[in-house]
């Protein structure tokens, strides 16, 4: 099969089509499918484009769509805006404002946002009611396995020494060998990790090679081979293809892109 694969459209829509046509997507008359490695709404402008899309996708089964860490921070933030503190909201400090969540609820609901902070139970509802909480979520998986390829958000579920976090020393790491069953919360974790560094640094292989999103292309070009700076002019944002893992984050917002990858397996 042949899959064409991309990752963190982060409601770039327009993006998304002009790196599907670029690869021949649509021409494509054999056997194909999309992989969307998570992310897919918050910060870009066009959230229902994207919705819709998929949506058209998954109706004709050309399309697998795997969860990520926006993903549960829309579902966190259905929690936290009727039950937190309305205020982080207004002065932009909330994390769901910062990371884009909060506005693309308003878009997908139509709602101004003094009115939808003052009425945030009716925000819920609505948000609730829509394609994207209705349908698209529900087709989410954690992860998509293929003969030689592991394709998921940020990495598989690992296991940490007690009182160890996502920032702690390498060594206090070590892989989870059932990652497949993991528990849900294990792999809510899991989506913010850096693949790239997982595999490249923390020496965490899983004996296929990984694709994944979530952290932006060019820390693999710059910390793992040396060759430009992370977030500077001269940063890469082109996909990294390193031994056993291969991240394809673009930054869009950053880089007005969206890598997409062919892989036949």
């Known amino acids: 099969m042949k899959y064409y694969v991309v990752s963190d459209i982060h409601s770039y829509y327009t993006k998304l089509i002009e790196s599907l046509k670029e690869k021949g997507f649509f021409e494509d008359k054999e056997p194909h499918k999309l992989i969307v490695c998570g992310d897919f709404l918050d910060r870009g402008e066009e959230p229902c484009e994207v919705i819709d899309f998929l949506l058209d996708l998954a109706k004709k089964d050309e399309v697998i769509l795997i969860k990520g860490n926006h993903e549960d921070l829309m579902e966190a933030m259905l929690d936290d805006i009727v039950y937190g503190d309305i205020y982080e909201y207004e002065m932009g400090k909330s994390i769901h404002v910062k990371n884009g969540t909060f506005d693309t609820a308003l878009r997908l609901t139509g709602l101004e946002p003094m009115y939808a902070l003052s009425h945030a139970k009716e925000l819920v509802a609505k948000v609730k009611l829509t394609d994207y909480y209705k349908k ?110 291969i991240g394809i984050d673009a930054c869009t917002a950053f880089s007005g892109k969206v890598n997409c990858i062919i892989i036949e397996d």
């Open 136 to 245: 698209l979520l529900p087709l989410c998986v954690n992860y998509f396995e293929t003969q030689r390829y592991i394709f998921t958000h940020g990495y598989v579920p690992c296991k940490a020494r007690e009182g160890s976090n996502l920032y702690s020393p390498y060594k206090w790491f070590y892989l989870n060998k059932d990652w497949r069953n993991a528990s849900s919360e294990d792999w809510r974790y899991a989506r913010w990790y850096n693949g790239m560094e997982f595999v490249c640094k923390r020496k965490m292989s899983l004996g296929k090679t990984v694709v994944c999103g979530h952290w932006n292309c060019s820390y693999g070009h710059a910390e793992v081979e040396h060759k430009c700076s992370e977030f500077g002019k001269d940063a890469d944002l082109t996909p990294f293809y390193g031994e056993g893992v």
